[in-house]
C-alpha cells in the first residue's frame, strides 16, 4: 500500500510539473519570435535593382519606373498634344490630375491613382496607391518617369518602400499587383506617344 501524500507534497508536484511546462512553453515562444524577427529583417530586399526583384528602384531605394524614346516624325507639340490627351482619356479629369500643364517646356506631370485590393487573414482590402507621373518632351523624343508611390491606410500616407507587413508573401504579392498597375501605365502612355492622331 502506497503512502498518503500530503497537501503540501501534492502542491509542490503541481507546482514543478507547472514550472516544467512553463519552461517548454517560453522556449517555444522565443523559437517563434526569433523566427518571426528574422522574417521581418528579411522581408524587403533590394536584388537586380528592384525591392525584393519585383518593383524598380533608383539609387536612394525609391520606386521609380523610367523610359526615354525617340519618335520619328513627330515634333515636340504633336508629341505634347498627344501626351495631353493621353492624360484627359486615362484619369478622365486632367484639370484636377494634372499639377505642369506646360506646352512650351513640354512638360506633363501628374498626380494619379490606381486601386490594388488585396486579402488579409481572408478579408479582401483596397488600397487606394498614389503616384507622381511626369513626362518631359522634346523634339522627336520624351521621357517617363513614375514614381513616389504611395498608399492611404486609415488616413495615414505610407509610402509603398516602407509598408509595415506579415510576411514576405504578402508583400510579395502587394508588389506584383503593383508593378503589374505601373507598366500598364507605362506602356498605354508609350502608346499613346507613338501613335498619330489623324483628327
Known amino acids: 500500500m502506497m503512502p498518503s501524500t500530503t497537501r503540501v507534497e501534492q502542491f509542490i508536484f503541481a507546482k514543478t510539473l507547472f514550472f516544467l511546462h512553463m519552461k517548454k512553453y517560453v522556449c517555444l515562444l522565443l523559437i517563434?519570435?526569433?523566427a518571426v524577427f528574422t522574417s521581418f529583417a528579411q522581408?524587403?530586399?533590394?536584388?537586380?535593382?528592384?525591392?525584393?526583384?519585383?518593383?524598380?528602384v533608383n539609387e536612394s531605394g525609391k520606386i521609380t519606373y523610367q523610359v526615354v524614346k525617340s519618335?520619328?516624325?513627330?515634333?515636340?507639340?504633336?508629341?505634347y498634344k498627344r501626351g495631353?490627351?493621353?492624360f484627359v482619356k486615362t484619369y478622365n479629369s486632367a484639370n484636377q490630375v494634372l499639377q505642369v500643364n506646360?506646352?512650351?517646356?513640354g512638360e506633363l506631370t501628374g498626380k494619379g491613382i490606381f486601386p490594388i485590393v488585396e486579402s488579409y487573414i481572408g478579408t479582401a482590402h483596397t488600397y487606394p496607391v498614389?503616384?507622381?507621373?511626369?513626362?518631359d518632351i522634346k523634339e522627336g523624343k520624351y521621357r517617363i518617369v513614375l514614381t513616389d508611390f504611395v498608399i492611404e491606410e486609415k488616413?495615414?500616407?505610407?509610402?509603398?518602400?516602407?509598408?509595415?507587413?506579415v510576411g514576405r508573401k504578402w508583400i510579395d504579392k502587394f508588389y506584383t499587383k503593383v508593378n503589374t498597375?505601373?507598366?500598364a501605365l507605362v506602356a498605354s502612355l508609350q502608346k499613346a506617344l507613338a501613335t498619330a492622331d489623324d483628327f
Open 32 to 34: 517563434t519570435c526569433s
Open 43 to 56: 522581408k524587403i530586399t533590394i536584388e537586380n535593382g528592384k525591392l525584393n526583384g519585383i518593383l524598380p
Open 71 to 79: 519618335v520619328d516624325g513627330a515634333g515636340k507639340d504633336e508629341l
Open 84 to 86: 495631353r490627351k493621353w
Open 102 to 105: 506646360d506646352p512650351s517646356t
Open 130 to 135: 498614389r503616384h507622381l507621373l511626369a513626362v
Open 155 to 165: 488616413g495615414e500616407s505610407i509610402n509603398v518602400e516602407k509598408i509595415p507587413t
Open 181 to 183: 498597375e505601373a507598366e
